[in-house]
């Protein structure tokens, strides 16, 4: 059976903002199934951004558990993302999840893994997915070098990150918060 797998996630803090973004391409193995997916979205009433990336079925399992976490503590993103992180990491069946997921909001932005790691980042760039690398290149240049908005660095790098890697396309969905 092949899997099915969704990337690139870029989230860029600067300033009082914070933007995410993904491309729309989703593959089985070499083929593109998808180009048109959404892989960001709105939590908590529109207040938390999060994407994901990895095994697609994995990754919509890992919202419902996060958005769990953030019923059982709706005022703190990272707390809800520790215990997220302790839950894949122990529970059998979540620990066989192939996929990573950014979250933000208006304080943090923090990559959960299921290795029960919650990074955040130093200079509040985070990339995930096969196209993360170029994108979070990028991005850094971007904000290094310019005055752009976040969310217009996120679409930038992105697009850029489309361009270099395969399983990367330019349909790029951008959400923000602040700003």
């Known amino acids: 059976m092949s899997s099915v797998r969704a990337t690139t996630i870029l989230c860029v803090r600067h300033g009082d903002s914070v933007a995410i973004g993904g491309d729309g391409q989703v593959t089985m193995q070499e083929t593109v199934v998808k180009a048109g997916a959404t892989k960001v979205r709105r939590m908590k009433g529109g207040s938390i ?31 809800a993302a520790v215990e997220l992180a302790k839950d894949w990491r122990s529970d059998r069946y979540l620990r066989r999840l192939e996929a990573l997921i950014i979250v933000a909001d208006s304080e943090y932005s923090l990559l959960v893994s299921g290795t029960g790691e919650v990074i955040e980042p130093d200079d509040g760039i985070l990339a995930i997915g096969s196209g993360g690398a170029y994108a979070l290149a990028a991005a850094r240049a971007l904000t290094a070098h310019s005055d752009l908005p976040v969310a217009t660095v996120v679409r930038e790098a992105m697009s850029i990150a489309a361009e270099i890697c395969v399983y990367t396309n330019s349909n790029i969905t951008v959400l923000e918060l602040g700003g």
């Open 49 to 79: 951004l999060a994407g994901f990336a990895g095994g697609v079925a994995d990754a919509l399992t890992l919202f419902e558990k996060f958005e769990a976490q953030l019923e059982r503590h709706p005022a703190n993103l990272m707390r």
